[in-house]
């Protein structure tokens, strides 16, 4: 990855409130940067000296989390990040987390994140279920996910099976059409 690739997912983990994941991916950018951009240092630095300003920092950011602009700018940066990813160690880590913030009901953001990894061609079973977390969370049932999973060749497991079985009986969502 590159320093602008580093950047987004560090900025995206700050955002999210796991400054121990952002601190692991700064430490494997520091041991192969060859430049050291500054600016990626910074994220984590201004972010501490905000954290000792603020009374409850926790519960400031996890306000901004829920707002969807905040969801939105963490999903542009997670797009413009993976474009160039051939190893998928820290993106994994980041896509569970971007998925523990969306699964609080966002399903927009769930099927947005989902694309974005369609895409990218990362799609796992685990994403999926990421994704009917989120519809659980959010009372409603997805349409056809078991075709959709069959046509992006993913496995069903016993989780998915079991969220499926639980969303059956919910409200039917209308059918993503965020490509």
């Given at each position: ?56 920092p926790n519960a ?120």
């Amino acid at each position: 990855m590159n320093d602008a690739e580093y950047t987004c997912m560090i900025a995206s983990l700050v955002k999210l409130e796991d400054l121990g994941e952002a601190e692991n991916l700064y430490n494997e950018w520091e041991s192969v940067s060859t430049n050291g951009d500054a600016r990626i240092s910074n994220l984590l630095l201004t972010h501490t000296s905000t954290e000792t300003r603020w009374k409850s920092p926790n519960a400031l950011t996890k306000e901004l989390c829920k707002k969807k602009k905040q969801m939105e700018k963490v999903l542009a940066c997670f797009k413009q990040a993976i474009g160039g990813v051939k190893i998928w160690d820290s993106i994994d880590r980041l896509v569970k987390e971007v998925y523990k913030k969306i699964e609080e009901g966002n399903i927009e953001g769930a099927e947005k994140l989902l694309v974005i990894l369609r895409k990218a061609g990362h799609l796992t079973t685990e994403v999926y279920n990421s994704v009917l977390r989120t519809y659980t969370k959010a009372g409603k049932m997805p349409l056809i996910v078991e075709e959709r999973m069959n046509k992006d060749n993913v496995p069903l497991n016993e989780e998915t099976h079991e969220l499926i079985k639980i969303t059956s009986k919910m409200c039917a969502s209308e059918v993503s059409s965020i490509e």
